[in-house]
């Protein structure tokens, strides 16, 4: 062979080298991530929602594509009707049997408390995140992690675990410790990148603006979020981000495609999302999960179908309107906790309302209905508080009344007004208790719920009162509607309690 011809046959046999090095080492790798959040019903309403169709999501996904990650980004244990019950075991058992492969705590996992807290989610076989609780001292809580990396096709994913950073308020976590969510995201971002990891997300169980900064700053890849009850979608070229609705109604998937190459020995993963929301409606029902469903409901079925009384007006439960004005509902519940405990007032958060709908004059309520409206398993308790107090709890109830927050007094035993213009703190006006004038160095016996009276939903006012009706001595809530029910017979109107401007 001449010299020439060995040098074409050397170069072009280099040339093949080098096309067969690149197209090893370039590769498109795709990865589904599969959401959920704030699922309170197993079962489906309408058509739509519940464990049974999730499940049938998840499998349909996974058959897809098998890099699939299914999340759950909180709220599970409660509220919900078994979960008065049961604490919650029936959602792990859901999730178990849907196939979630990871999940960060919701404000609800603590409802009753860090024992059970602790119960259910070692009962999981799936992993709980949360880099921002500490106990009291600082020190990790036994049982969640931090953060967690994932491979797939060789990209590393990590993942970020962030629970709802006012946990304290709107829960009962005891001296559990819950960290700002963004400060957290940033510095566990920076240690997973200096681990290895190509992409970040973040597992969120907070307030929408928490996400939206998260993902402005580019702190992390992808937000996969929870807590707010509404669909979101949201990318910016750099950062994206995602929440599902509630009780699986719609479930949003997130497809990222990365490109990895690799020249020189540097390697860079460029990805693009493609995102999708899944109408629930459109699945079939997985039959296993729904024949476990319907054991649940078998055994609630018994139990709570007993008619207690019926209504002569519209009771109206729903979400936007126990936080954010007077309902016939609210009135009833506080109706209810005022006479079982013989006080002057009574008032109650919005939020510990949750049946989501309206009773037609003429409707029968059964122990079903109240316990679907009360799920949290809360005691009524009455206070010794003076004038000057109430107002306080008042203006702390009208503080977030524009951001539909759960902390709207439903009241009994007193009428007063608000307006919206004002700044927070500087709300109420106009209370009356009895026929007459609040007296703000008078004292009132109060009834409240236990949540509440701990501090909870920013009522610190509460914190710390003479309990006249303490923990030990008090009932059930819900109990106290259900007799007060029974008692007379029919639910009726009456005068306005709340006038707002």
């Known amino acids: ?204 169980h907070n307030e929408r603006d928490t996400g939206q900064q998260m993902i402005d700053d580019g702190v992390v890849d992808l937000d996969l979020n929870g807590h707010n009850h509404d669909m979101w979608m949201f990318y910016n070229g750099r950062s994206a981000a995602v929440e599902s609705g509630s009780d699986a109604q719609y479930v949003t998937v997130v497809e990222i495609t990365f490109d990895v190459q690799e020249k020189d020995g540097k390697r860079t993963v460029r990805w693009r999302p493609n995102f999708r929301v899944i109408d629930s409606a459109s699945v079939t029902p997985d039959p296993e999960v729904a024949a476990k469903v319907a054991e649940y409901q078998k055994e609630l079925d018994t139990e709570l179908n007993v008619e207690l009384g019926s209504t002569a007006i519209e009771l109206d439960s729903r979400k936007a309107s126990v936080r954010g004005m007077e309902t016939a509902m609210g009135n009833l519940v506080t109706d209810g906790m005022r006479e079982a405990v013989g006080a002057d007032i009574a008032i109650t958060n919005g939020g510990g309302i949750r049946g989501d709908t309206v009773y037609a004059p003429g409707s029968k309520l059964t122990r079903k209905d109240i316990l679907t409206e009360l799920p949290f398993g809360n005691k009524t308790i009455m206070l010794e508080l003076t004038g000057k107090q109430v107002k306080a709890a008042l203006e702390n109830g009208a503080s977030q009344i524009e951001k539909g927050a759960g902390r709207f007094a439903q009241v009994s035993g007193l009428t007063y007004a608000i307006d919206k213009s004002k700044p927070a703190g500087e709300r109420v006006s106009d209370v009356v208790v009895g026929g007459k004038p609040l007296d703000e160095a008078a004292t009132y ?26 923990d030990l001595e008090a009932k059930l809530m819900a109990n106290d509607v259900m007799v007060y029910i029974r008692k007379v017979g029919e639910v009726k109107g009456g005068a306005p309690r709340i006038a707002i401007k």
């Open 1 to 204: 062979m001449r010299f020439g011809d060995f040098l074409r046959t050397g170069m072009l046999a280099a040339i093949a080298a080098f096309a067969l090095a690149a197209s090893a080492i370039a590769a498109e790798v795709k990865v589904t991530f599969v959401l959920t959040n704030d699922t309170y019903e197993m079962d489906e309403v309408k058509g739509r929602g519940g464990y049974p169709r999730f499940a049938a999501v998840v499998k349909q996904e996974r058959a897809a594509n098998p890099n699939t990650l299914v999340v759950h980004a909180g709220d599970l244990l409660s509220p919900s009707l078994f979960s008065g019950f049961d604490q919650g075991a029936h959602m792990i058992v859901m999730t178990n049997m849907a196939g979630v492969d990871v999940m960060a705590p919701g404000n609800h996992e603590f409802d009753f408390g860090t024992e059970v807290a602790a119960k259910r989610m070692s009962e999981s076989k799936y992993p709980w995140l949360a880099a921002n609780i500490t106990l009291a001292d600082g020190s990790p809580l036994p049982g969640i992690e931090a953060t967690m990396m994932k491979e797939f096709g060789g990209v590393k994913v990590g993942l970020i675990g962030l629970a709802e950073e006012t946990t304290a308020e709107l829960s009962s976590s005891g001296d559990l410790k819950f960290l700002p969510a963004y400060d957290t995201a940033k510095a566990k971002a920076k240690e997973l990148k200096e681990a290895g990891a190509e992409f970040i997300v973040a597992i969120s």
């Open 445 to 470: 016996k109060v009834a409240t719920n236990d949540f509440m009276a701990r501090g909870g939903d920013g009522y610190t006012v509460f914190a710390g009162a003479k309990q006249l009706v303490n």
